[in-house]
């Protein structure tokens, strides 16, 4: 079946604008992740899905950030006023629960560049 | 939140036997140890878990001694296609989503 999809796969933006990052996760399940991978580092949390709800934002790293997902499906990252340390891979991974017996399954990312 | 330690890199030949060792010393009861592999340009894909002793698929082993407090994720005969970041993370079924924390994980580089 259709894994998890990411759009776009590339983005490079001007310093200031704002970007919308998009994840389409696998059907059926309920919990979606969003995480950011700077060069040669791991994953940093973002914020985590329950249906459509979003019961764990502590990771976004600014108020400049923000998620939202519509009828438990589709989620959109978006980026205020992009600065250059927001360089980075984002990452989405949904799963059939939330906890560690769920295994995450991730897209292959949106590789965002700020100049 | 169980913090998890690996070695930064390892290297390795192709056709020996890997094993990527990792701390966690204040596992909990309920936690579970679970193991992903990510490629350059790709998203981690889920490896291999386990709670105690041993576990075996078809593409790794996992070993969890009696108190827990370490992990050994061991790969049979790699091949240079196994070069990759491998993250060992901690986690219980009924924790928070932010408890399976990824750190920077070991990028393995198998040689020919």
């Known amino acids: 079946g259709a894994g998890v999809s990411q759009s776009p796969s590339n983005k490079v933006t001007e310093k200031g604008k704002d970007v919308e990052l998009r994840c389409d996760p696998i059907s059926g399940h309920t919990a979606l992740y969003w995480y950011r991978q700077s060069l040669g580092q791991g994953l940093e949390f973002l914020i985590y899905f329950q249906g459509n709800s979003a019961p764990d934002k502590s990771g976004l790293p600014s108020d400049r950030f923000s998620a939202e997902r519509t009828g438990g499906s589709v989620s959109t990252l978006t980026i205020q006023r992009t600065q250059q340390e927001d360089s980075a891979v984002y990452l989405c991974?949904?799963?059939?629960?939330?906890?560690?017996?769920?295994?995450?399954?991730f897209g292959p990312g949106t590789r965002l560049t700020v100049t | 939140l169980a913090k998890t330690t690996q070695p930064i890199s390892m290297d390795s030949y192709e056709g020996q036997e890997v094993n990527i060792t990792c701390s966690h010393n204040?596992?909990?009861?309920?936690?579970?140890i679970t193991w992903y592999q990510q490629f350059p340009s790709q998203g981690p894909r889920f490896i291999i878990q386990g709670y105690k002793t041993k576990v075996t698929n078809e593409v790794a082993s996992l070993f969890i001694p009696a108190d827990r407090k370490s992990s050994t994720l061991s790969l049979p005969r790699v091949s240079l296609s196994d070069t990759a970041v491998y993250y060992c993370l901690v986690g219980s079924p009924s924790g928070s989503a932010r408890q399976l924390t990824f750190g920077s994980g070991t990028q393995l580089t198998v040689l020919p």
């Open positions: 204040n596992i909990a009861t309920n936690d579970y």
């Open positions: 991974a949904s799963s059939s629960g939330q906890g560690a017996l769920h295994e995450q399954y």
